[in-house]
C-alpha cells in the first residue's frame, strides 16, 4: 500500500474551491453594499482578471506532476517488523 502524491492535489483543490467561494462572497457584497462607481467596479475586475490567472498558470503547473507517484509506502514496512517477531 502507498500514498500517492494525489493526497497534495486534493488538498489543493479544496483550498481552492474555499478561495472562490470566499472571493464570490466578497464580490457579492462588495457589488450590493458598496458604492456603485468606476473604482469600485475596476478593483472589482481587477481582482477577477489576476485571481484567475494565477489560478489559470498554477492549474497548468500542476498538469505537468504525475500524481501517481507515491509519497510514502508501506509495503517494506511488513518484512521490516517480522524481523522482531520469534519464530515458533
Given at each position: 500500500m502507498a500514498l500517492t502524491l494525489a493526497i497534495i492535489?486534493?488538498?489543493?483543490l479544496v483550498a481552492v474551491f474555499v478561495f472562490v467561494l470566499y472571493s464570490l462572497f466578497n464580490i457579492y457584497h462588495l457589488l450590493r453594499f458598496g458604492?456603485?462607481?468606476?473604482?469600485?467596479?475596476?478593483?472589482?475586475?481587477f481582482?477577477?482578471?489576476?485571481?484567475s490567472l494565477l489560478l489559470y498558470f498554477a492549474?497548468?503547473?500542476?498538469?505537468?506532476?504525475?500524481?501517481?507517484?507515491?509519497?510514502?509506502?508501506?509495503?517494506?514496512?511488513?518484512?521490516?517488523?517480522?524481523t522482531f517477531i520469534p519464530k515458533i
Open positions: 492535489y486534493y488538498v489543493f458604492f456603485l462607481s468606476v473604482t469600485n467596479v475596476s478593483i472589482i475586475l481582482y477577477i482578471i489576476v485571481s492549474f497548468s503547473q500542476l498538469l505537468t506532476i504525475d500524481w501517481s507517484q507515491p509519497l510514502m509506502n508501506f509495503d517494506g514496512m511488513l518484512d521490516f517488523y517480522k
